[in-house]
């Protein structure tokens, strides 16, 4: 049954994968996943401070759930954060999001995502980022797309690449308490237009876009 909030009827579909809007129902499957953990031992940190998802359980679920609910309650045309769950053959296996503020105005958004360790290593990361990609340019008519990763976050800047990206300066931000330089990215609408997709489709955006103040 579609929810009387639009934003939570939102899905982007293509050959591989759904996004589909983290509902309840979608978030308490996922739960095990974040449960399990998704940093890998050994590996470099992929998350800027604060992240609940470095806590320790039962903590980091909490945290996470907390996170998603304040973030879809203050959706509005200042700021909004859409939360997508990544399924794989209908298993939740991460999470998409797209991000924009001021985005009525500036026609700019941001990404963020992270894949269960097991889900990882066969394209299901690009694959979500040039859906949610879809769903920015396509379905929201977006000017400008940034993304940025730790220099170390070789999986992450490579799907920037591969996807069009071209580099935007560097920064910098903690994790766990420590500095480390973060590689800035850029798509614009153009650039996005000249490697567009013809096999994703878009669900429940219209409906969507007052939410957002478009």
Known sequence: MPSTYPPLNLAVRTPRLTLAAATDELLERLVPVVRAGVVNEGEPLPFDDPMTLYADSPTREWGWLRRIWAGRARVDADRWRLYFVVCDDGEPVGMQDLVGAD??????????????????????????????????????????????????????????????????????ATRRGEPAQLLRWRLTRDEWAARRRGDIELSGVEECRPVLGL
């Open 103 to 172: 985005f009525a105005a500036l026609g700019t958004v941001t990404t963020f995502s992270w894949l269960a360790p097991g889900a990882r290593g066969r394209g299901l990361g690009k694959d979500a980022r040039a859906a949610i990609l879809h769903l920015a340019f396509e379905g929201f008519n977006a000017r400008e797309a940034g993304s940025d990763a730790f220099a170390d976050n070789y999986a992450s800047n490579r799907v920037s690449e591969a996807l069009g990206y071209t580099r935007n300066g560097t920064d910098w």
